[in-house]
């Protein structure tokens, strides 16, 4: 089809137990535009690709599938540059894993229309109920804020994303920015350890970003095979050593691309990673080397005596920091 506007991106992996959930949030979408749905399997061990052939046989002009045979994740192989792009048609992308869904049949609808009338905006996005594995509500939202539908600057929109605030199942672009970004990555792209995150930078300093407050996807917490999952389980003090660098490193690059404008916000979020990193790495007594003082100063009150008490007594300190982390990521599901 030639006339498609919007491609949706999804990726999927051993999602067998969710996976239609997800594609029948695709297919019952309604629109007054054609649009088609990237799935790509990354030779999933169960019957995710099974069930993913059955709604191409049902909507074989909606449904793209890419069938993975060896799984190209493991092999640190460029999915999204190798296999997705070639394929994306349209003026929009839109985003979804297979473990999460969409719940309204305009959402598609409703984001090219914002954009459309707003041609100062590149990224679209919109409020996300939290779901539990068995899809109950977990009463958590992205993002938790009340924000009013309708533009957000650079500066709020950054400042927003100091807590993870906007979830991949909402995100909507312009496809020529979409290309540019994983064709042209910056550095701070490249840095980053998570996504998600990269891609709330880029966009957000790109432009103001069109935000709509209503619910309209889910995100699926503790799903099998899932990064937050894996990440929580699995996480230990090197790992956790390395995630907060790599963000401090992240955010430093993003600052330096970026030519300072957003110095201020950037600082905070470094002072925060840097704590974190000394706090687990048991060095916390560097904190308070004059090159360093900068980023203490964007310390929080609180933050500051974590860090005096983290140089005192280094092993106590990172546990109780260990424990909290914990208890949040628990109860948020990251």
């Keep these: 089809m030639n006339d498609i506007i919007v491609t949706v991106v999804c990726l999927a992996y051993n999602h067998g137990k969710y996976i239609r959930r997800a594609l029948d949030g695709f297919v019952n979408q309604k629109t007054d535009f054609n649009y088609q749905v990237i799935v790509h399997d990354d030779a999933s061990p169960d019957n995710t690709a099974e069930i993913i052939a059955e709604y191409v046989e049902k909507y074989p002009d909606i449904i793209k ?7 190209q994740y493991s092999k640190k192989e460029g999915i999204i540059n190798s296999f997705i792009l070639p394929m994306i048609q349209g003026r929009y992308v839109a985003l979804c894993e297979g473990d999460d869904y969409w719940t309204d049949k305009k959402k598609l609808q409703k984001q090219v229309d914002a954009l459309e009338a707003n041609s100062d905006c590149y990224f679209c996005v919109h409020k996300v109920s939290e779901v539990y594995e068995n899809e109950n509500n977990t009463g958590y939202f992205y993002p938790s804020l009340d924000i009013e539908t309708g533009l957000i600057q650079p500066n709020d929109f950054l400042n927003y994303c100091k807590v993870y605030p906007f979830h991949t199942s909402c995100y909507f672009f312009r496809v020529q920015e979409y290309l540019e970004y994983h064709r042209n990555s910056p550095e701070f792209v490249k840095l980053c350890p998570v996504g998600d995150e990269a891609y ?13 407050n209503e619910e309209m996807s889910c995100y699926r917490r503790g799903a099998e095979s899932s990064w937050s999952k894996n990440h929580h389980y699995n996480i230990t003090s090197e790992n956790s050593i390395r995630h907060q660098e790599k963000m401090y490193h992240t955010i430093v690059a993003f600052d330096k691309y970026t030519n300072y404008v957003f110095h201020a916000i950037c600082l905070e979020r470094e002072s925060k990673y840097f704590a974190r990193a000394m706090i687990l790495s048991c060095q916390a007594k560097d904190y308070f080397k004059p090159e360093y003082k900068e980023l203490f100063r964007k310390l929080s ?18 546990r109780m920091y260990v424990k909290r982390t914990s208890i949040i990521k628990h109860k948020h599901g990251i």
Aim: aromatic share 22%; proline share 5%.
């Design 301 to 318: 009150i609180k933050r500051k005596l974590f860090v005096f008490i983290a140089a005192l007594f280094p092993m106590r300190a990172k």
């Design 200 to 212: 709330l930078l880029y966009f957000g300093q790109l432009g103001n970003v069109y935000y709509i």
């Design 65 to 71: 599938p890419i069938y993975q045979t060896e799984n």
